[in-house]
């Protein structure tokens, strides 16, 4: 079932609607959540399952997932884990309840972020509109060449695995790589590896590690990483910095990620 989007809130609408998968099994919180998003111009697919929602999410193309975590048949938790198998789109889960088990396991699963129902139309907006930001940005590093051009030091920028130049222009990062170890990002591509081997990270994951590789060795502590990764403007749940760091530590290494007790996290140079 698709709702297509009938009116433009707050601007002109864009050539090609942001297409947004809600899966929620209550009909009424569907109909209003998917009219909310329509009226900002969002073209809506809507699911009242998670069997469904999986297999319109295996059909189609999709800018974002909007998962509600008590669904029928698979739950939310298990719809995200199934998605994670596959894809990197961005994810927004919807907790009934606020409840600590459902926000962790919602991440854990690989989530991006979460909201607790019920939820303000103008939050909800401002949360998928944080989400799709982190999928479409300039990397600091490659912007501005940051803190990690210096040649011959470790996490150096540089052109095909050269150490790069200080004073370069931002279009020229565009395609630098950063290199710590056995990791390598690239950040014009926004392609990651592991000891040659490419790493599929979600889109917050790959924001996380491209924010933490623009200051290596440098502590960063979580309302910091909040404002930057996850685009808050306000104090947001720590928990999502580190269930995400958590998640990303699994796949480039636990010990490239440190953590320093009572005031974050730092990547490792």
């Known amino acids: 079932m698709s709702h297509t989007a009938s009116a433009v809130g707050a601007g002109a609408s864009a050539p090609a609607p942001v297409t947004i ?28 399952d998670g069997l469904t929602g999986l297999e319109l999410f295996r059909e189609g193309r999709h800018d974002l997932l909007l998962l509600d975590v008590m669904l029928p048949g698979l739950d939310g938790i298990g719809l995200c884990r199934r998605i994670r198998e596959t894809g990197t789109d961005p994810i927004l889960m919807m907790s009934a309840r606020g409840d600590a088990l459902d926000v962790v396991s919602g991440l854990e699963a690989g989530a991006d972020d979460y909201v607790v129902k019920p939820v303000d139309t103008a939050v909800l907006v401002a949360r998928i509109r944080s989400l799709l930001r982190r999928t479409t940005f300039t990397p600091a590093a490659a912007a501005t060449g940051g803190r990690a051009d210096q040649a011959g030091s470790p996490g150096r920028l540089d052109q095909s695995g050269q150490p790069g130049q200080s004073g370069q222009s931002g279009q020229a990062h565009q395609h630098a790589r950063l290199v710590f170890g056995e990791l390598a990002i690239d950040t014009g591509g926004l392609e990651v590896s592991l000891s040659g081997e490419p790493v599929a990270l979600a889109p917050t994951e790959l924001r996380l590690l491209l924010e933490f590789a623009a200051n290596p060795g440098i502590v960063l502590d979580r309302q910091t990483l909040l404002r930057n990764v996850w685009d808050y403007g306000w104090d947001g749940d720590t928990r999502v910095v580190d269930l995400c760091v958590q998640r990303l530590r699994k796949k480039i290494g636990a010990e490239r990620i440190e953590t320093v007790r009572g005031f974050g996290y730092k990547l490792r140079r």
């Open 21 to 48: 998968l809600l899966v929620e099994d209550d009909e009424v919180i569907r109909r209003s959540v998917a009219m909310a998003l329509e009226r900002y111009g969002y073209h809506v697919i809507v699911a009242g």
